[in-house]
């Protein structure tokens, strides 16, 4: 006999943080602040005005992030995770959905066994209206301890992420013998 009454309730799926990119496609919202995805975070520098925007449409999904960038003169703007752990000399491969009004690069950002930081860029992605997928593979340094990707903007313009993938990949043999 009685009443129960509840408020604000929230069921999610967490993935560990070492299987590849905690939420990637940005559908876990931060339970401390709403207007966030769960594990991303933003950063911008140099002479630019960045707006971050966590959107309610996606690519396949409902939610993406965006970085607008204005007054664009140096730097760049990007979401990010935390690194996760990798292997040295393992192949990697990461890929992502993405929209933008201008080129853009991907970055992977590499912690060392020192603690020092490395910056591999994996390519540039064309501007596209349309969702496009950017695909591409990197060897992890001898002394590489944790990684992030980062799809980052560097002019005045916009920039939709989604989907985020990172993985060992399979290293491509020859299919027959070949000798140089």
Known sequence: NG????????LSQTEPPDSGIPNSSFEQTDPNNSSLPQYWQTSNWG????TFSYLTNGYQSTR???VDMKRYQSGDAKWWYEPINITPGETYVFSNHYKSSVATRIVVWV???????QYIG??????????TEFHDSFTAPYN???ATVCHVIEANGYLPVDDYQFAPGQTQGFDRA???
């Open 3 to 10: 009443f129960l009454q509840t408020d604000s309730f929230s």
């Open 47 to 50: 002479s630019n005005r960045s």
């Open 64 to 66: 993406s992030v965006r």
């Open 111 to 117: 912690v060392t066994s020192s603690g020092t930081n």
């Open 122 to 131: 994996l390519g540039s992605a064309s501007a596209s209206s349309n969702w």
């Open 144 to 146: 590489a301890v944790k």
């Open 178 to 180: 070949i000798i140089t």
